[in-house]
């Protein structure tokens, strides 16, 4: 659909905030071309179109985030089944903390991620699950109150660490230490202000605790200080007041 018949083309023509004079008057309005035109679909897997993906992610998530009360993330693996002392653990960690006033935000998966979502739901607190796109992913847990889905794994990692004043990290597999030590480098680096890591399970951390003691401050790769980044406990409630008296500084 462009001119139609028997009239003519106008001598100017205003698209947008651009001005078309005689012969560069288009035919048709950006609408048309829209609507009208199927054209080639590659364009959907270039790069200039995934930064506006990106760009959405980070939109949605704070959008959807930036109200939340204080919180701490939640780390732990998806595959802790339920009815072990892991999984209980985890509802134990997610009730205190609601019931200390912080909203609990998980990966929202299965395992130790829907058990402290499960707590926190329980204590009537908010429990928040940020999803990713994985090709296994068996989608957020039924406690997840707000859920946000992403296709990137930065992204969702920023939202972790925006929307949180501490970490608390449960047994996990390569997620969870790739979580972890994303924390402890931003607050090693002081990219981020200070805030708690804890590390929940002193028999499954013990033998990364010593090996970072041992070898990598042993052979100079880190200081001594940063032992002191993170600490570790076997009690939810140590656990719950660790990060409530680095939060109140």
Do not use: C
């Not at 429990?127 to 796109?133: A, D, K, P, T």
């Amino acid at each position: 659909m462009g001119i139609p018949e028997g009239e003519r083309a106008p001598e100017e023509q205003q698209i947008g905030p651009v001005l078309r004079r005689r012969g560069q008057v288009q035919p048709t309005t950006t609408d048309q071309r829209l609507l009208d035109v199927k054209g080639d679909s590659d364009w959907v897997h270039t790069d200039p179109w995934r930064v506006m993906r990106i760009q959405s992610e980070f939109v949605e998530g704070f959008g959807a985030l930036a109200e939340l009360p204080s919180a701490i993330s939640v780390f732990g693996s998806a595959r802790t089944r339920p009815g072990s002392p892991e999984y209980d653990a985890g509802v134990r960690l997610g009730r205190a903390l609601a019931e200390a006033g912080f909203a609990v935000i998980t990966g929202g998966g299965p395992g130790a991620m829907e058990a402290a979502n499960k707590g926190a739901r329980e204590s009537k607190g908010i429990s928040v699950g940020l999803g990713i796109e994985l090709p296994f992913e068996q989608g957020l847990n039924p406690h997840v109150d707000i859920g946000v889905n992403f296709r990137y794994f930065f992204v969702r990692k920023t939202m972790f660490v925006k929307y949180a004043q501490g970490f608390v990290v449960l047994p996990g597999g390569f997620g969870t230490l790739d979580e972890l030590f994303e924390a402890l480098t931003l607050v090693q680096t002081r990219k981020v202000t200070r805030f708690p890591i804890v590390l929940f399970g002193t028999e499954y951390w013990g033998g990364l605790v010593d090996w970072l003691r041992t070898t990598v401050v042993g052979q100079g790769k880190a200081s001594q200080h940063d032992l002191l980044l993170f600490h570790v406990t076997d009690d939810v409630e140590e656990a719950v007041s660790l990060v409530s008296k680095e939060v109140a500084r």
